[in-house]
Nanobody, 122 residues
Framework: QVQLVESGGGLVQPGGSLRLSCAAS????????MAWYRQAPAKQRELVAR???????KYEDSVKERFTISRDNAKNTVYLQMSSLTPEDTAVYYC????????????????WGQGTQVTVSS
């Protein structure tokens, strides 16, 4: 089993910055893609940023130039540096990992974190 634990959410004023972290632990063979999704009230969950094991990155259009995703493969950790935050960024942010483990027989499986609240408000 693979567990994802997020940290770093909180309340920030418009224009401020936050850094989210997500550490994967448990029985892990390898982690392919890692990503951050978010879900605002009454909205569907959406992809914010995604990074492959090799470092290829994709961003949702509204966060380009403001958010930076990175990962440390040795620590099985993904980060999201968020800057120039606006109230529209308010949401629960979820960590995502596509990983293989002994419990899935080596077949890639999607894992989710429990979510961390980010609130942008003055």
């Amino acid at each position: 089993q693979v567990q994802l634990v997020e940290s770093g959410g909180g309340l920030v004023q418009p224009g401020g910055s936050l850094r989210l972290s997500c550490a994967a632990s448990g029985s892990i063979f390898s982690i392919n893609d890692m990503a951050w999704y978010r879900q605002a009230p009454a909205k569907q969950r959406e992809l914010v940023a995604r990074i492959t094991r090799g470092g290829s990155i994709k961003y949702e259009d509204s966060v380009k130039e403001r958010f930076t995703i990175s990962r440390d493969n040795a620590k099985n950790t993904v980060y999201l540096q968020m800057s120039s935050l606006t109230p529209e960024d308010t949401a629960v942010y979820y960590c995502y990992a596509l990983a293989t483990s002994p419990t899935t027989g080596g077949v890639p499986y999607v894992y989710w974190g429990q979510g961390t609240q980010v609130t942008v408000s003055s």
